[in-house]
């Protein structure tokens, strides 16, 4: 690291803040005059330069109101910032190349609106935010997500020009955010038949013959085991009902490693698996995943997505 970016580090305070809520003190607020601040303090010195030499006494007075008036000015920005506490929200999941949101908690403890606070992770978009006085408020902040992992954006910059613009002020928080990052799904169809399914999955297809009963349909149950003529008797008083069967087991697919042409890299392999369990889910199928040195059982249902999701992320 140069010495520049160890004394940016060392004055602008870029490590992880493990202590929460995060409270902006004073000495963790940075100040500056903005463009038009700049300007404005050259007409401003341009004009008691011409009140000097022409003796104006109006001409100082005038100068040194505006000069004045841009002083609380700058103190005001300071201040829209002194004391918000910031924690951590939670950041759901997405496929790489999406944009990732983490959510931040900005609490206001004193009894003036914080107004235009401009909050930003790196060079993603800002988004703005007023926080009420007393009260606390919620906002998400974009993050790209390039690559699959676990994402940690690092530091959010928290600014403000409020009130007049000549200044601004801000800080660089970093609370303990990540998010999982899963990789870019690639559509293709699922494997056949000859090559996914197991031997007792194929058995399993026989059992399927033997009409065992109805029950209530849950959200993973597949549309075509509906029984239709049952429901149709009472459809307004009657829940969604399925036909249950007796027999082997059920078809389980199971989504290999090897499966996914070793000629090809890593990252598109991942990606091939990803669009095989979206693909699956889809389907209503029961599904499996095996990945060099894990596996996971075959099942259905959100939760075994976002698992196997979670495994293709996170593959080594």
């Not at 930003?120 to 790209?144: D, F, T, Y």
């Not at 849950?218 to 029984?227: E, K, L, T």
């Not at 008083?237 to 069967?245: A, D």
């Amino acid at each position: 690291m140069i010495p520049w970016q160890e004394f940016a580090r060392w004055l602008f305070r870029f490590g992880r803040d493990e202590q929460l809520p995060i409270v902006l003190t004073r000495r963790r607020i940075y100040i500056l005059p903005t463009g038009a601040g700049l300007l404005y303090g050259l007409v401003l010195c341009t004009m008691l330069i011409g009140a000097i030499n022409y003796s104006l006494s109006l001409g100082h007075a005038l100068v040194f109101l505006l000069a004045g008036l841009g002083m609380v000015g700058m103190v005001h920005t300071f201040r829209n910032l002194l004391g918000l506490s910031i924690r951590p929200g939670r950041a759901e999941p997405v496929f790489a190349g999406e944009t990732a949101h983490f959510t931040l908690h900005v609490e206001n403890p004193w009894p003036e609106t914080r107004r235009a606070l401009e909050l930003a992770i790196g060079q993603n978009p800002r988004v703005m935010l007023n926080v009420p006085p007393g009260e606390q408020a919620s906002i998400a902040v974009p993050c790209a997500a390039t690559r699959r992992g676990r994402l940690d954006p690092g530091h959010v910059t928290l600014a403000s020009r409020y009130p007049v613009g000549l200044f601004r002020a801000w800080s660089y928080p970093h609370p303990p955010l990540s998010c999982l990052v899963y990789p870019k799904p690639l559509a293709a169809p699922l494997p056949p038949v000859s090559s996914g399914w197991e031997t007792a999955g194929r058995r399993g297809r026989s059992g399927q013959e033997d009409f065992s009963g109805l029950r209530e349909r849950q959200p993973n149950d597949s549309p075509r085991h509906i029984a239709w003529k049952a429901v149709a008797r009472d459809i307004d008083q009657r829940p969604l009902l399925v036909k249950q069967f007796a027999g082997g087991a059920a078809e389980e697919l199971w989504l290999e490693w090897d499966m996914t042409m070793p000629a090809r890299d890593v990252e598109t392999r991942l990606s091939l698996l990803a669009g095989w369990v979206l693909a699956a889910e889809r389907e209503q199928l029961r599904y499996g995943l095996r990945l060099p040195g894990r596996a996971i059982a075959p099942d259905c249902g959100p939760s075994h997505r976002d698992a196997c999701l979670e495994a293709l992320a996170l593959h080594a």
